[in-house]
């Protein structure tokens, strides 16, 4: 392992190629433009884009009152003073930490996947790099969440780390609110009352202070981002489940609605955090799969994270239906983009289409879902029950199975 | 002798029960509501629907003020019309509805005609308009209703984005009755299964015609290869055909069954239904009796002067003021359960 | 839940799960048999299609009398006259008199002039002569378009089509019933410079007429006063189609005028329509020009494909006949007239079918099964492939040299089918012909199979797993097809079906490597385009890439993306000695 991290040459590859080359290839092909025309849809949010983002840099630079910017001030006043050419590079830069993050990020029961497995899962993840290609906020958002899963799992080892990681989860649900159940649940890796009342009061302070601090840059913040969009105030298609519920209730009917589909999201922060609170990084997994599925904003990077983390975290010969699984998500991912464009380009298709395979991938999210629940309760039980001996000839051989029937 | 004794004695009974009963005293305004309920080019043929009826009634007396014209009217000045201005009703261009007597009054026009201006209209809830745009019925009033357009079981499209269906009609009716707004209603209605619409009326003495039965369609009569579209339909046809030839002079006596014995499938191609209330016949009911103005004046015996004038007053001159005075002399029955139970399920629905 | 757990375990018991694995390249074959009798089988039958309809009533096609008759009559004609003179002179001094004519009628004209650097498309340059009609009544929001053509899809001149296009344009400036703007175009070719038109239209051009909502294109390229019968064809650029209604419109409108019509050049009046081979044939035809459209030198209505413009191309057949120019005529005047009717956009009626003749059609339910079934066939070679890799049944690694390898040459094999061009560039001389360009692409393909296995061999589980990955990016790309563009997808299912022959155990080499050949992308689209076309067409190659460069035609790009990287995989597979059995062993207690 040491060597894996100390060859030079191996870095200098992988930095080259993820970082220079492709971006560079795309560009000369101009694949971009096609790709921002196809893709678009499930990549960015009016919340999340480079375009918003642009548009707010714009907008702060003229002095503009931000009368309806869609970025949180924060983030948009950490590109301001860098010129546009240099922004992919931050995205480099913060992929390439979470990256290290994510590597060092050691389970310590039942691992799966070994550290070069894990390398080359992200590595080769094309969501994640697309996700980076996109420059989506969301790179941002998952460095912070493993960052704070990372410090929270190694709490023990500086007595700062319970204040990094509420730092970090406090910046990831200062990027997007629906990360507050994180926060929750981050709770549970701390075993003793009293890191976990510091861990509270840290991640309640500087949540306050950013909120505080962007209400002095912008006062416009929290109702153009935060109640934008738990509100779902942006009425774009994108392959979420609420946009086409919208388009045809009458008016009555709108905040009743508005305030199920948000219950939804929140209602299961707090079952995970009581029945999971042995596994809390698997918990957290799942929480963030659930509000994936749910939320008003979805998109795929979001996907990439959970997918990466299903397969480093979580113990993968349990489930049965992997098949299936793959299966269905790689179909509605090939398929949602086609559908979006028969219906918005060429006029040939129209909106059901489109809604449906945002259904079978909401259905395919959700095996994912039970496949987690399922090998971490099997785990559990497991843990609880055998005895040592056999704990140790499964740590044994680990072996990676992707595909089973 | 006995039994020739009895069957007079008999037949005067049954004279007397006949005239007390049908005592319906005559009627002394005609109003009229004309609806076309559809817009856009190719529904030409409704506009000239309610067009050529709207100029019948008027040429048979009833004035601009009495009748309501609620029509989309997008037809005649559109981009596609070759005769800008006009609108036809037959392909020998004979009448241009549109510029007819240089004048026809649209009461409400375009996007106006809703579902709930036309209800308005009827019961007459409006919170402000004009009395021009009104319907100022009375009790002594009989009202000629006709809606054009499409529709389909129990329901009438109104303007592409908007229904009323059959019970709703319904009850506008039974509010008219109740607040003494019409003496009889005389409902035409020309839709593909417009029998449907009247189904359910239950409101006292409404007659009501329509032109297809339950899963028929009404059929055009022809197209003019000119404009390119249908210019008439074959009910609204038929029945102008029927009223053209009949009331030149404005004393026919001809009754509904004529005009439902004239309407037949080979003409129309499709079933004519009626509905009348109670135990009536078409044939008690005259045609001229909801077309055009009174003609019959009744003298009455002159007394002396002043009982004279009370008796103008109370007998002829219906105003509101004496009908008040009557009821504060003779208040009414109480109103029977049925009619209460209507009322509450009117107010609530408001 | 526990009722559908119940069944799981109860199929997983009886073992039906392992039979159905065992069995997965029959399966596979099944599928793509019961594919292809339902294109060619079940849909042609009685009661699967349907008669023809128009959907929207504001059409109302024939409602209107159309006037282009005796009075246009002599017009037509001395236009005609003019420009067949016009033959002799170059294109800029026929569009100058025709734009003069034009002036007169009081459209206002301008010349759009086409630019094409790409290498494979030598340099064209083009003059498009185009007029707007302002309609004198209307908002002028939308607008119908006419064009034609100076020379057709066939390289004839189209001295008919323009002389009636021209006349009618007059004709319709006399008339004040126009709900929208109406355009006239006259281009050269009915090929890369009206599509350039088209694309400049929607984005920076001198004068536009608004949204463009229909469009016909009038070929008429004989110089006698009559003709047989009229050909409608509407399959436009990566199976985009037009409304239904536009089509069902025009044809309906030409049969009142008592035109013949038949549809994608098939003359099928002459043969009672009612015959199952008739329908068979047109299917055939059908889905060949909407896998082939590009490739074929275009008619006109493929111009418009992709910016929601109803496009169809009216083509008179046949010296002398029954029917005249001016009927000619007024078969656009007829259905201009109809669309005029119209407020929204076509949205009624159907986007995605098939013609079975000018009067029946089938919609997208009965034939898109066919495409799910052969998508299907490929996903279960792919699960077969994955059994055979033994990974599920033995306690390998998953990540150990054998499938880096795998990864690597999906990786290389990826690379090369997105940059083929460009690798083709690399090791051909630049100064071959077209002709022998695509005979050289076809031999390198055929030393691909031949000597590829003196390069690399693979061992065994990597052979396993690159078929996997081979069959399985085929079978995605196959599903992304499916509602795009049906003729290409199920045509590229069926031809590379050999691919998945050539795998199995127990073939000989031999058979193997002719599997493997026919199911190439260049020569077996070369083979089917040549007997389609009733010819050698060796410049295959640089036509499918110049139709990526100049009009956006993306036969390119899925084939090279999707089926190229597929086969190359197969074919690095087949290399070497098949020694790992196929049955995926029972160790595991499920």
Redesign the interface.
Known sequence: MASFYTNGLFIFIYITTRYFLFPHLLKMFNAEQMMLQYIDVLFNTPFISYKTLKECILFTQFKNNGSNLNQMPLYVSLFVNIPEQLHFYMFALIDMLTLLYFLKLDIPHCVSTSL??KF?IYL?NPLIFLNLIMRTQFVFTQFFIIMALYYCQNYKLNKYHVYKASISIAIATYLDIYNIGLALICLNFFKKFNQRKQSTICFITALTLLYFISYRINSNFIDNVILSCVLFKEQYPNIGLWWYFFTEMFQEYRNFFKFVFNGYSYIFVIPVFLRFKHYPLQGSVILFTWITMFKPYPTVGELGFILTAFVSWFDMNIIENK?IMG?LV??SL??LP??Y??WI?????NSN?FYAMTLVYVIGLALVLLGMIKSLLYNEYISINCDDKNHEEDKS?K??????? | MLFENNTFIVLLAFVLYITISCGIEDNTNNWAVLVCTSR???NYRHMANTLSIYHTVKRLGIPDNQIILMLADDVSC?????Y?GSIFNNKDHNIDLYNFDNNIEVDYKGYEVTVDNFIKVLTNKFEYQTNSKRLLTNKDSNVFVYMTGHGGENFLKFQDFEEIVSEDLNMAFNEMWLKERYKQIFFMIDTCQANTMFAKFDAPNVVSIGSSALDESSYSHH?D??????VIDRFTYYVLEFLEENTKDRNYNGTLQDLYDYLSFDKVHSHIGYKIDGDKKLQDIKIMDFFGQKQQIEPLPVIDNESYFKDLLTKVNHTIINDKINELKNPKKIITNSKKKLINAINKSI | MSLLLALINKAVESGI?WKI?RILPILSKLLLVISVALIFGIVPMDGSFRNTYISE??L?PN???SQFRETEWNIVRGFRNEISSLNIWNLDVRNRIVRNWLDDFGLETDLFQTDFNSPFSNGLKSEVLYGVLN????DGTEAMLIAAPWYNSENNYNVGGVSVAVALTKFFTNW????KNIILVIPETPGFDLRAWVESYHKDLKITGGSIETAMILDYAMDSDSFDHLDVEYIGLNG??PNLDMVNTAIHVAENEGVKVSINGMQSFSKPSNEFKNRLEHIAVGLQKMAFAGLEPLKGHEAFS?W?IQAITLKAVGHGGNSDITTFGRIPEAVT?SV??L?E?FHQSF??YLLLSPKLFVSIANYIPAAIILSVAY?AMA?HS?LKTG??TS?????DIQSIEA?VMYAVSLTVSILYRQFVALIQNNHLSTQQQGKFILILQVFFVFTSYRVYVPKSKTKALMQAMAFMHFS?AL??LL??NFGLCFGMGVLAYPMVLAVEKNTSKLKQRMFLLISNPFVAIFLMYSFTQDKWSWDLFNIMISTWDNIRCWTWPVVSCSWLVSWILVVISCNGEDNVTDEPKRTKED
């Open positions: 070069k497995t080359w080769f098949l299966l790689m179909h090939v398929l086609v559908f464009h028969l380009t060429v006029g040939s298709g289409f051989d072996k990676l199975n992707l595909v089973c029937v | 856009f080019w190719f559109n981009a596609r019309n070759l800008p197209t290869m000119d404009i390119g579209v249908a | 799960i694995l009533n504001a109302m409602q209107a009398y309609g004198q009544r209307c004040p019933v126009w709900s985009g189609l992709g929601r007239r005029n009717n407020l956009k986007f995605f996903a699960i994955i990974l599920l306690n390998d690694k998953f990540i990864f995605l599903t992304l509602a795009l």
